[in-house]
Nanobody, 110 residues
Framework: VQVVESGGGLVQAGGSLRLSCVVS????????AAWHRQAPGKQRELVAT???????NYADSVKGRFTISRDNAKNTVYLQMDSLKAEDTAVYYC?????WGQGTQVTVSS
């Protein structure tokens, strides 16, 4: 199984970014996927989860600002991040089928 994230970058506070995660080598369509993040000096935390049927859960800190979605035809899960804040700065990791991606850096300038 391979998990590859993309889409990170530098954005001003209030801006938006969309992260993508391509999962290959397993039964992506039958499994959940999740986005986590880790800020410097902090533990990795769960940001959002999407189950195979499409139901979602979010951390309180991102509810109403972030949207997780999936395209099973493309084996891809997305994280749309709006109204970004400086405290959203972190490395964002995708997790699916027991495998972590390498992470993508998101930096929000205030």
């Amino acid at each position: 199984v391979q998990v590859v994230e993309s889409g990170g970058g530098l954005v001003q506070a209030g801006g938006s970014l969309r992260l993508s995660c391509v999962v290959s080598g397993g039964s992506f369509t039958d499994n959940a996927a999740a986005w986590h993040r880790q800020a410097p000096g902090k533990q990795r935390e769960l940001v959002a989860t999407i189950r195979w049927g499409g139901s979602t859960n979010y951390a309180d800190s991102v509810k109403g600002r972030f949207t997780i979605s999936r395209d099973n035809a493309k084996n891809t899960v997305y994280l749309q991040m709006d109204s970004l804040k400086a405290e959203d700065t972190a490395v964002y990791y995708c997790y699916s089928l027991g495998t972590w991606g390498q992470g993508t850096q998101v930096t929000v300038s205030s």
